[in-house]
């Protein structure tokens, strides 16, 4: 008798897949994505953080049970990725890292202390001192933008600024789109991070009050390192298909950088900047009647 499925660590995984048109299911033990004809893509759910799924995907009970087991992270996004419709959320699992995580973002001295310590990481330098967050917040957006125009002025692209119509996809330029399809790319695999991490995308730092708050917050982290200049590279090529093409450059990037292996171990920084003690088990407490089994996953994967 096989054992049981156990999920594998993120930082050993590949970054995540692009699917559309066809049926996920699981057929004969394996993980498949059946097109129109019959034809099956064996897919290697185990060993992915993270699969997107586009228009005219669907997808069976079974399939949803494997992928949560494994712990690969399940996104239902529009055309190119830009819109996200639906995650499922294989981690997560860890009551003391969400509640470290809350009592950081209610503690106002511990946020702006996380908050300094992202402004220091992204911009490899100390942030200015006796600034609030909201006041940061305005000076990375400023330096963001900056940021964004000299990275156009090296790859030789027209910039007209950060701006794209979610519902007139087609109608933007392609710098934008290229941008938009990369950005997608890297929140998906940093959901996933957060997730398998064991806390809670929604409680940000920086950005606030928005579902995946945090996963902007630490996405925006490795973008200029990452992304943003793949981006701007095709886009200086006027490439045909931005968005397939996009895709592809930033999995290889994610697998260059070994991106998957960093996000986690920069969460616990970032967060530890914040100079609150990890929550402890009240004396209270009382240990579940069934002990979890040790996984050799990340700590907030179900096992």
């Known amino acids: 008798m096989l054992p049981p499925l156990k999920p594998i660590a993120m930082k ?20 498949v994505l059946v097109d129109k004809n019959g034809v099956r893509t064996h897919i290697p759910v185990g060993g992915v953080a993270c699969l997107m799924l586009e228009p005219g995907t ?17 996104v239902w996004v529009g055309e190119a990725g830009v819109r996200l419709y639906a995650a499922g959320q294989p981690g997560g ?20 202390n996380v908050v300094r310590k992202m402004y220091a990481f992204r911009f ?35 910039w007209k600024g950060r701006r794209y119509d ?6 933007g330029d392609i710098p934008n789109r290229c941008l938009s399809s990369a950005t997608a790319c890297l929140y998906g695999i940093t959901e996933a991070a957060i997730l398998a991490a064991g806390y809670a995308p929604a409680i940000g730092f920086i950005h606030t009050g928005k579902p995946l708050s945090f996963v902007y917050d630490i996405a925006d982290l490795f973008k200029f390192e990452t992304i943003v200049p793949v981006a701007f590279r095709l886009a200086s ?24 292996s960093k996000i986690i171990p920069t969460i616990e920084e970032v967060l530890a900047a914040g100079k609150l003690p990890v929550p402890t088990r009240p004396t209270e407490s009382v240990p579940p009647a069934i002990p979890s089994p040790r996984s050799i996953g990340d700590a907030g994967h179900r096992s």
């Open 58 to 74: 669907r997808v069976s009970h079974a399939a949803v049970s494997l992928a949560s087991r494994v712990g690969c992270l399940l």
């Open 166 to 171: 979610p519902n007139e996809w087609e109608s």
């Open 12 to 31: 050993e995984r590949f970054s995540l897949l692009f699917l559309d048109k066809g049926q996920l299911d699981v057929l004969d033990g394996a993980f």
């Open 237 to 260: 090529k006027n490439p045909s298909d931005p968005e397939g093409m996009v895709r592809r450059a930033c999995r290889d990037v994610f697998r260059e950088t070994r991106l998957l």
């Open 124 to 158: 490899k330098e100390e942030a200015p001192s006796k600034r609030s967050v909201e006041q940061l917040r305005g000076i990375e957006g400023a330096r963001v933008k900056k940021m964004y125009e000299l990275m156009a002025r090296r790859y030789g692209v027209k």
């Open 93 to 112: 699992a860890r009551s003391d890292r969400l509640l470290y995580q809350a009592k950081l973002a209610l503690d106002d001295q511990a946020r702006l």
